[in-house]
């Protein structure tokens, strides 16, 4: 079993530059992730079928992965889907 938890306050898990993923994307438009395994799953899926994006995750949510949503590396399956293009996550506030 995985755990993300929201970011800090005035940070975020960047997974490429802001630069690189408005010269990649354009101008993306936020997605607020709800408080779910399958929202997660769904919202990284939307934004690698869009070319890129930003997620803003649920106050106070840590997402339980507990299913295989990628094939993995040596290590075995991931928690979430492969990401294959420019997305940001950033958490709002955090439960700890």
Avoid at 72 to 86: E, K, R, W
Wanted: aromatic content about 2%; proline content about 6%.
């Amino acid at each position: 079993m995985q755990r993300l938890s929201g970011i800090g306050a005035a940070g975020g898990l960047l997974l490429t530059t802001p630069a690189a993923h408005a010269a990649a994307a354009g101008p993306a438009q936020a997605v607020v992730v709800a408080c779910s395994e399958t929202a997660l799953v769904n919202a990284v899926d939307g934004a690698n079928a869009a070319g890129g994006g930003d997620l803003i995750l649920a106050r106070f949510c840590t997402y339980t992965l507990t299913g295989a949503h990628s094939p993995g590396g040596s290590g075995g399956p991931a928690g979430l889907p492969n990401i294959t293009t420019p997305i940001s996550m950033t958490g709002l506030t955090t439960d700890m």
